[in-house]
């Protein structure tokens, strides 16, 4: 069972500061490029945390709207990129503009090359063993110091030993590659424990790096249409997230347009 985390407001307020988010559906956004991400995933580097990184897309914001602790871990996030296309598509209707999508496979490739540049300690967590392994002599292969490598898969008496395995490598930045809502949960609740300047959840993206999955072309990405490339690469498991996600979370938007109008119209 997901347990809900002890949450505090500090970091995100201290962040927002410098960057102010926008919302979406309620929910924060900090309206960046790739390169300013990059940027602000450094100073929270620098200045020591925990901090902890997360992106939007269309099912987390339906999977927040149903689950109010998820809510509140998104909202106490350090850093919130926009992470599918129709969360910027979203933005733009509610008068809450974007300047781009900042993909998390992007965001990882981007932080690797910064970690080589300025001598960060990485550690990957999640995926199958073969997976992780593959992705940490990938980033190894690209100047990334990974300091420790795990698969994702363990029971809940050994999430004490798994966390304590990470936090004795002394990483400054955590990569989690589990589904959500688990991997911001994990990471909320183990933030102190972990004791890691960035904690990032990543999702499927080891499986992209390794190979075990391509991503859509380019110009797919571009016209907001990648959900159809990984719907034809899983059919099974991703129709009813496509199907009847995306449907509530064009509702969703909907209801948040009319709740913004209807000051205006009164």
Same mark, same amino acid.
């Given at each position: 069972?997901?347990?809900?985390?002890?949450?505090?407001?500090?970091?995100?307020?201290?962040?927002?500061?410098?960057?102010?988010?926008?919302?979406?559906? =309620?929910?924060? $956004?900090?309206? /960046?490029?790739? !390169? +300013?991400? &990059?940027?602000?995933?450094?100073?929270? #580097? @620098?200045?020591?945390?925990?901090?902890?990184?997360?992106?939007?897309?269309?099912?987390?914001?339906?999977?927040?709207?149903?689950?109010?602790?998820?809510?509140?871990?998104?909202?106490?996030?350090?850093?919130?990129?926009?992470?599918?296309?129709?969360?910027?598509?979203?933005?733009?209707?509610?008068?809450?503009?974007?300047?781009?999508?900042?993909?998390?496979?992007?965001?990882?490739?981007?932080?690797?090359?910064?970690?080589?540049?300025? =001598?960060?300690? $990485?550690?990957? /967590?999640?995926? !199958? +063993?073969? &997976?992780?392994?593959?992705?940490?002599? #990938? @980033?190894?292969?690209?100047?990334?110091?990974?300091?420790?490598?795990?698969?994702?898969?363990?029971?809940?008496?050994?999430?004490?030993?798994?966390?304590?395995?990470?936090?004795?490598?002394?990483?400054?930045?955590?990569?989690?590659?589990?589904?959500?809502?688990?991997?911001?949960?994990?990471?909320?609740?183990?933030?102190?424990?972990?004791?890691?300047?960035?904690?990032?959840?990543?999702?499927?993206?080891?499986?992209?790096?390794?190979?075990?999955?391509?991503?859509?072309?380019?110009?797919?990405?571009?016209?907001?249409?990648?959900?159809?490339?990984?719907?034809?690469?899983?059919?099974?498991?991703?129709?009813?997230?496509?199907?009847?996600?995306?449907?509530?979370?064009?509702?969703?938007?909907?209801?948040?347009?009319?709740?913004?109008?209807?000051?205006?119209?009164?």
């Amino acid at each position: 069972m997901v347990r809900e985390p002890e949450v505090t407001d500090e970091d995100a307020t201290r962040v927002s500061a410098w960057c102010p988010p926008v919302t979406v559906c =309620g929910l924060p $956004v900090h309206p /960046l490029t790739l !390169e +300013q991400s &990059v940027s602000v995933a450094e100073r929270l #580097i @620098a200045d020591g945390g925990p901090h902890q990184h997360v992106v939007l897309n269309a099912a987390k914001v339906v999977q927040a709207h149903d689950d109010p602790g998820l809510a509140r871990i998104i909202r106490d996030c350090s850093l919130v990129n926009a992470d599918g296309q129709s969360v910027v598509w979203a933005g733009r209707l509610l008068g809450q503009p974007m300047p781009e999508r900042v993909a998390g496979i992007d965001f990882i490739l981007a932080l690797w090359r910064s970690a080589a540049r300025n =001598g960060y300690r $990485v550690y990957l /967590l999640g995926a !199958e +063993q073969a &997976v992780v392994e593959r992705t940490a002599r #990938i @980033a190894a292969d690209q100047g990334v110091e990974v300091v420790g490598y795990r698969n994702g898969y363990w029971s809940e008496p050994q999430e004490a030993q798994v966390v304590a395995t990470v936090r004795e490598a002394r990483p400054d930045i955590l990569f989690l590659a589990v589904p959500s809502p688990a991997k911001e949960y994990f990471l909320s609740r183990h933030q102190r424990d972990l004791d890691c300047a960035l904690t990032v959840g990543v999702g499927g993206s080891f499986d992209v790096v390794a190979g075990i999955r391509s991503r859509a072309p380019r110009w797919m990405r571009r016209a907001g249409l990648e959900w159809f490339h990984r719907l034809v690469q899983e059919p099974r498991r991703m129709f009813l997230r496509y199907a009847v996600g995306n449907a509530r979370f064009v509702m969703l938007v909907l209801m948040h347009g009319v709740r913004r109008l209807r000051p205006e119209a009164g």
